[in-house]
C-alpha cells in the first residue's frame, strides 16, 4: 500500500468516526445502508415538501386494507435528511391513517437516535412530509 492509499484509507476512517459521532450508530448505518429510497410508480398517497433549508424531500406510501404495505422515500438533501426520509417511510409501514398522524418531527428524531444539532429540522421536514402523503392518500379516497 502506498502513500496515498493510506492516506485515503485514513481519512475515510476519519470521516466516518467522526460521522458516527454526529449520527449516532442507527443513524451513521442507515446512512451507509439506505432502506426504503427511491421514488414509487403509483402511490396512493405522494407529496413533495421543501424545507427552509432548500431540501426537497418527497414520500411515497402504498396501502393495502387502509394500511400501509409499502412506503419510500426520495430527497436531494443531506445525509441528515436522507436518514429522516429513510426512517419516517419506515415509521409508516403497517400502519392505518390514524396511527401515521402520530408520526411527528419528534418520533423520527427519538427513532434515529441523535441528528447533528444543525440537522434537528430534517426529522421536521420528514414528519411534515410523511403528513402531506397521509393527506394526499386521504383526499383521494374522498
Partial sequence: MDDLDKFVDNLQTEIFEEAKQELGEKGFDRWRNPKFNGKMENPDGH????GDCGDTMEIY????????????????????????????????????????????AQTVLDTIGRLPDNDLHCATLAAKTVQEALNNYMMGKG
Avoid at 47 to 50: D, I, K, L, R
Avoid at 62 to 81: D, H, I, L, M, P
Avoid at 89 to 100: F, N, R, S, V
Fill in 47 to 50: 407529496a413533495s415538501v421543501t
Fill in 61 to 104: 406510501l402504498k396501502f393495502e386494507n387502509s394500511r400501509v404495505c409499502k412506503a419510500s422515500y426520495f430527497t436531494n438533501g443531506c445525509a441528515s435528511s436522507a436518514i429522516s426520509g429513510s426512517f419516517a417511510a419506515q415509521l409508516t409501514l403497517g400502519k392505518d391513517p390514524d396511527e401515521i398522524t402520530d408520526i411527528t
